[in-house]
């Protein structure tokens, strides 16, 4: 079948912006105009994920199997633009007159276990939070069941909360309060700047060459991006999210909200009663329609973003066809990043990005037992079937290859 002109892909991707744009209007009816700019900014977040092929789980791997650091040096660079951009905010607690405030957890026994479990679910499964969203988004049937094995995993976290929620932590604090905000704004940009020199030096020690972050060729609209332009795109939107919404991006917040909605309405149980929910601010998410959520109304558009970036890619072909080894792998690996992230206060976005741009020791926490979680899904993979195979070794072959990892 020949495939179809660059006209063709035009008019779909013009149809699907059209789409987007109404239910923006929707949004901002039905809940506000907040609620609107959140849809607006989730798509955003899609569209740069997939143009740019900006990948959490498919960095570590080549970082742990390869010794390839391409991807780790680009979340450097993503982490120094973002603290750079909220220290400041943060410690002034406002951003262009809105008032913003950062994402500050206890790091404690929950957070260790939370992060090695999801790393362990992010090999497993295929996927982190905001890689599953935008590759689901983007037409990936495989990560549509991680999708929904996350949601259970979380929905069960919540549910079971009475057994880990009162595990030892440290209290609340960030490297701000420790160091003062200009001595942490330069020792976290001097760490960045360590680990983006060391992955450097430990890839020319294994494979012999540096492969280097571009700034420029890459299409704008059709992609792919250079990965530097995804870190700055990334940047940007975070920046976008903290001043309309008072904090950071966060991705899986809503997944227990979704599943608690679920069980209620299939009768199995009263989530309200869950000592999950027993805290104030979670409570009131849950009397509220799912839609009026800020987070899901972002994470829909995230998707939505995606799947218009596949679109204008000449590249959405959606396909439920997957090995049963990939299948037992998204089930399992969904429900340990389902678990994971309740247990760890968060994810790769909502823990370790988000966490670490508003300095909390929480995000810095998640970071050492997530990768070793990686480490230990890495070899769990061969007894599912799933291979570790070596990534192509251009972005572009990367991009039209795979938008998963």
Not at 298 to 319: D, Q, T
Request: glycine letters at 14%; charged letters at 10%.
């Amino acid at each position: 079948m020949p495939r179809p002109s660059f006209a063709v892909h035009a008019a779909r991707a013009l149809a699907l912006a059209l789409a987007l744009a109404l239910a923006a209007v929707g949004f901002a009816g039905a809940v506000d105009a907040t609620q609107a700019f959140a849809w607006t900014i989730g798509i955003g977040f899609g569209l740069t994920l997939y143009h740019a092929a900006f990948g959490f789980t498919g960095a570590f791997r080549r970082l742990l199997a390869e010794g390839r650091g391409e991807g780790l040096r680009a979340q450097m660079l993503l982490l120094a633009l973002l603290v750079a951009l909220f220290f400041p905010a943060l410690e002034a607690g406002s951003l262009l007159g809105a008032p913003v405030r950062g994402l500050v957890f206890p790091a404690g026994v929950a957070t260790v276990v939370g992060a090695f479990l999801f790393g362990v679910g992010m090999q497993l499964g295929g996927g982190c939070a905001s890689g599953t969203l935008y590759t689901a988004g983007g037409g990936d049937g495989r990560m549509v069941l991680t999708l929904v094995f996350f949601v259970l995993g979380a929905t069960l976290a919540a549910w079971q909360g009475e057994l880990w929620l009162d595990w030892p932590a440290l209290p609340a604090v960030t490297v701000q309060e420790l160091l003062g905000p200009w001595p942490a704004l330069a020792a976290s940009l001097a760490v960045f700047a360590l680990v983006f020199a060391a992955s450097a030096a430990r890839e020319r020690r294994i494979t012999g060459t540096i492969a280097p972050l571009p700034v420029t060729g890459g299409r704008f609209w059709r992609g792919p991006w250079p990965l530097a332009w995804g870190a700055a795109g990334l940047a940007l939107l975070s920046l976008a999210t903290l001043w309309a919404l008072g904090r950071p991006w966060v991705i899986t917040a809503p997944f227990p909200l979704w599943g608690s909605a679920a069980v209620e309405a299939l009768g199995w149980d009263e989530p309200a009663f869950w000592r999950y929910w027993e805290d104030p601010a979670r409570i009131e998410a849950l009397f509220r329609p799912i839609l009026a959520d800020r987070s899901t109304a972002m994470n829909l558009g995230l998707m939505a973003g995606a799947m218009l970036a596949a679109v204008l890619a000449g590249a959405f072909a959606p396909s439920l066809r997957l090995s049963a080894g990939e299948a037992a792998g998204s089930v399992i690996g969904g429900v340990l990043l389902g678990i994971g992230a309740m247990l760890a206060s968060g994810c790769n976005i909502s823990a370790y990005v988000s966490g670490i741009a508003s300095g909390s020791l929480h995000g810095w926490a998640w970071i050492l037992p997530a990768l070793a979680g990686n480490w230990v899904g890495l070899r769990l993979r061969p007894a599912l079937g799933l291979a570790v195979p070596a990534e192509p070794d251009t972005r572009r072959k990367f991009y039209q290859r795979s938008r998963r990892e």
